[in-house]
């Protein structure tokens, strides 16, 4: 298993905080939390047939859960103090002021413990501090066996248990797990986050490297970044990550029956990059 990827992240290290304001969105559990139950507990096989040659979910509009329209409609009903609060919270974040708010988080807990977005902010919280602590740039430098990710990892289970539905919560996860070693744990996450918004752009693209890297599945990688270029065409590394692996896929004499068999006659073996990013909102 490659272990020097993690010192090649020098690119969009900041980009945890590009996501969207809804990367800290509150996501109340009180109407949705079985929502996805059905679609998380597909198996593997199923989860992938979610995701078809271009990298788009084969669900039609009327099925898809519009998560980000619902993450703004439940955050729109709680109470007027914990939207403040939560407000604070996030310019604290963004101010880079961890430990105040680590504490404006608690202060919600304290009345609200089942918004699952106080505890991805929390894991995110203690990413950082291990990053600022380690004087590293990101945290997807930090080494495997850091204690933060052990914290992170918790504190994301806690917030899948209380809203599974959390496709922000999963692509972290995802993150974590893969830093952390856990392979089989990342792909899982990766593809959970896409069964439940199938057009998250981070997931896409953190799903493609991994396929790639890791499982060697070039055909499915490349529907992915494609998937992911569609939404955001100006991203120059990523194209140049989708001509490179158009240039295996063809060199290894690849169709696109491999994708549905699963490549296994055809992947390539995971290769380590040395000069790219690997994880796409790591920082």
């Known amino acids: ?71 703004k409609q439940m955050d729109a009903q709680l109470p007027p103090v914990i939207i403040e609060t939560f407000k604070i919270a996030k310019q604290q974040m963004n101010q880079q002021q961890w430990t105040q ?29 291990a990053k600022q602590k380690s004087g590293l740039a990101s945290w997807s430098q930090l080494s495997p066996d850091d204690p933060a990710f052990h914290v992170a990892e918790q504190l994301l289970k806690q917030a899948i248990t209380y809203n599974s539905s959390n496709a922000y919560a999963h692509q972290i996860r995802g993150q974590v797990a893969r830093l952390a070693g856990q392979l089989t744990l990342a792909e ?18 953190n799903l493609a490297i991994f396929l790639e890297l890791f499982r060697g599945q ?22 140049r990550w989708l001509a490179a692996i158009e240039l295996k896929i063809d060199r290894a004499g690849l169709t696109p029956s491999a994708a549905i068999q699963g490549e296994s006659a055809h992947s390539l073996p995971a290769q380590p990059r040395t000069s790219q990013n690997l994880i796409h909102g790591g920082a």
């Open 1 to 71: 298993m490659p272990n020097s990827q993690t010192s090649t992240q020098e690119t969009n290290q900041e980009s945890i905080e590009s996501m969207g304001e809804h990367i800290v969105a509150m996501m109340d559990t009180a109407n949705t939390a079985s929502e996805a139950s059905d679609q998380l507990n597909r198996s593997d096989a199923k989860d992938r047939d979610k995701i078809n040659g271009n990298g788009t979910s084969t669900d039609t509009p009327s099925v898809r859960m519009p998560f980000l329209d619902k993450a």
């Open 101 to 129: 708010a680590e504490a404006s988080f608690d202060q919600i807990i304290q009345s609200h413990p089942h918004l699952s977005g106080t505890y991805v902010n929390k894991a995110i919280i203690a990413l950082q501090r």
């Open 218 to 239: 070039l055909i499915e990688a490349r529907g992915l970044y494609q998937a992911y270029l569609s939404q955001k065409p100006d991203d120059s590394q990523a194209q």
């Open 188 to 205: 899982q996450s990766y593809r959970k986050a896409l069964v439940i918004w199938p057009d998250y752009p981070e997931a896409q693209l």
